[in-house]
C-alpha cells in the first residue's frame, strides 16, 4: 500500500498507462512492482484493474480462459479509444482479436495456414528482394534519409497488401487510416471519421471481390475468404470484412516501428550491428533479443475477469480488469539475467512481446522474416549506417500505443 501511495502520489491506485523512458526502457515503475507489488490495483479510466508485473504471472493471466478479450461486454473497461474501438467492433470489426472461444478459434482458424513457418519461409526471396530494393532506393536519394520512411513503413505494407492483394495505390490511405487506431490525444470526431474510412476501404475490397464473376479464389487471402466463407453463406459479409481488416491493419503499425526502434537499437550498440553483418545466422536470435527489448506494445488488449478466478495465487473478482504488463514481463529479472542489457547471442525466444494464448500473434512467422532479412541486410549492405542527429533529436513516438519513432534520419 505504501509502495502504490508513493508511486501514485498519495492515491489508492495507479494511474495507467505510465510513462516509458525514452529511448528503450519499461516505466521506471514496473521494477517496483515486480519486487513489491506484482499484482498492483490501477484506476482504468475509473475501472477498476490489476497490474500484472510478473513474467510467470503474466502468461498465466494471458492463458486463463476465465478472462475475456471480448471489447463488447458492458463491463470492458473502456480507454481513450474504447467508444470507437468498441463501435467498430459491434459493426463486426476487428474480427478475432477481439472475441473469446470458441468463435475466435474457428475464425482464426481460417487463415492460420497463410501465416504458417513453411509458407512464410517460402516468401524469402520476395521480401529479400523488396528490402533490397527499398535500400537500393534509399542510397540513391540524398543523404540523410529517414529510414522509417525509406524502408521500415513500406515493407510490412507491400508484403501484406500482397498477400490480400491490395494495389499499391492505395498503401498511403490505409498507411494513414491506421494510425488514428493508435494515436493518443485525437478526438472522438475525427477519430471515428478516420476509421470510418477504413471500415469503407474494407467493406469496398471484399464487395469488389464479391462482385468479380471471374475471381480467382487462391489469387489472395481475401479472395479466398469471399470464395469459401461468403459465397457459400459460411460467413456473413461483416464477419469475412473483419477478418480482412485485422490482417490489414495488424501488421504494419507493428512490424514498421520494429523495424526502425530495433535498426536504432542495433545502432547504438555498433559492436552488434556489425556483428549482425558479418555473420547473419544471428538473425533468428538477434530479432527475438530485440522483441524482448523493445516490446513495442506495452501490454496486450486489456482482459477483464468474467468470472471470480485465481491468477498467479491472487483473486480477481468478476468484472476486474487485468492488464498483463508484457513489457515488466519481459524484463523480469528473476526470468532473465541482465534484462536490462542488450545480449543479440542471448537466445529469448520465450519473450511475451507477441501475446501469448489463444490470441497470440497470428503473424509472428512472418513479423519474424521481415525483421530477420532486414536487420541482417542493412548491417552487410551499410556497415557505415549511423543516425544523423542527436540521439534526444530523434522524434519518439510517445503519442502513440505502440511505440516506436517517427522518423528514424540516418546516413552512411
Ligand atoms: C495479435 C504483436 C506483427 C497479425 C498480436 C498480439 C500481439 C502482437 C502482442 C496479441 C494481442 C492480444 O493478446 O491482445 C505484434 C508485433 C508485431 C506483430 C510486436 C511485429 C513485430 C503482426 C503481423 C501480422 C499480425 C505482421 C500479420 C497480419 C496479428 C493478428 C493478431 C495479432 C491477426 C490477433 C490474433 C488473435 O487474436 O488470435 N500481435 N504483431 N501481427 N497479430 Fe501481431
Not at 478475432?96 to 492460420?112: E, I, K, N, S
Not at 498477400?163 to 478526438?187: C, E, W
Not at 503473424?363 to 548491417?379: D, F, K, N, S, W
Amino acid at each position: 500500500r505504501d509502495l502504490i501511495r508513493r508511486l501514485s502520489g498519495g492515491a489508492e491506485r495507479l494511474a495507467f498507462p505510465m510513462t516509458r523512458s525514452v529511448p528503450f526502457d519499461p516505466p521506471p515503475e514496473y521494477a517496483a512492482l515486480r519486487s513489491k507489488c506484482p499484482f498492483a490495483p490501477a484506476d482504468l479510466h475509473g475501472h477498476d484493474a490489476w497490474l500484472v508485473a510478473r513474467y510467470d504471472d503474466v502468461r498465466e493471466a494471458l492463458l486463463s480462459d476465465a478472462l475475456s478479450a471480448d471489447i463488447t461486454r458492458p463491463d470492458y473497461p473502456q480507454g481513450p479509444a474504447g467508444k470507437v474501438n468498441r463501435a467498430l467492433s459491434t459493426s463486426g470489426l476487428p474480427a478475432f482479436l477481439r472475441m473469446d472461444a470458441p468463435l475466435h478459434d474457428d475464425l482464426r482458424r481460417l487463415v492460420t495456414r497463410d501465416f504458417m513457418i513453411k509458407r512464410v519461409e517460402a516468401m524469402r526471396p520476395r521480401i529479400q528482394q523488396v528490402v533490397d530494393d527499398l535500400i537500393d532506393a534509399m542510397l540513391a536519394g540524398p543523404r540523410p534519409a529517414d529510414l522509417f520512411e525509406a524502408i521500415a513503413s513500406p515493407l510490412p505494407n507491400i508484403i501484406i497488401s500482397e498477400m490480400l492483394g491490395i494495389p499499391q495505390s492505395d498503401h498511403a490511405f490505409f498507411q494513414d487510416r491506421t494510425t488514428y487506431l493508435f494515436k493518443r490525444n485525437v478526438s472522438d470526431g475525427e477519430r471515428v471519421t478516420k476509421i470510418s474510412e477504413l471500415n469503407d476501404y474494407v467493406y469496398g475490397l471484399v464487395d469488389s471481390r464479391d462482385a468479380d464473376p471471374d475471381l480467382a479464389p487462391e489469387a489472395d487471402i481475401v479472395s479466398r475468404l469471399v470464395h469459401d466463407q461468403l459465397r457459400t453463406g459460411k460467413l456473413d459479409r461483416r464477419t469475412v470484412q473483419g477478418i480482412a481488416f485485422i490482417l490489414l491493419v495488424a501488421g504494419h503499425e507493428t512490424t514498421g516501428n520494429m523495424i526502425a526502434l530495433g535498426t536504432l537499437a542495433l545502432l547504438q550498440h555498433p559492436e552488434q550491428y556489425h556483428a549482425l553483418g558479418e555473420d547473419p545466422s544471428l538473425a533468428p536470435l538477434a530479432v527475438e533479443e530485440l522483441l524482448r527489448y523493445l516490446t513495442i506494445l506495452n501490454e496486450p488488449n486489456w482482459r477483464v475477469a468474467k468470472q471470480d478466478t485465481v491468477i498467479g495465487g491472487r483473486e480477481i473478482k468478476a468484472g476486474e480488469a487485468v492488464i498483463p504488463l508484457t513489457f515488466s514481463a519481459n524484463r523480469d529479472e528473476k526470468h532473465y539475467d541482465n534484462p536490462d542489457t542488450l545480449d543479440i547471442r542471448r537466445g529469448a525466444r520465450d519473450h511475451l512481446a507477441f501475446g501469448y494464448g489463444i490470441h497470440q500473434c497470428l503473424g509472428q512467422p512472418l513479423a519474424r522474416v521481415e525483421l530477420q532479412i532486414v536487420y541482417t541486410t542493412l548491417a552487410r549492405r551499410i556497415p557505415t549506417l549511423r543516425l544523423a542527429v542527436p540521439l534526444e533529436e530523434v522524434p519518439f513516438k510517445t503519442d502513440v500505443d505502440i511505440y516506436g519513432v517517427h522518423a528514424l534520419p540516418v546516413t552512411w
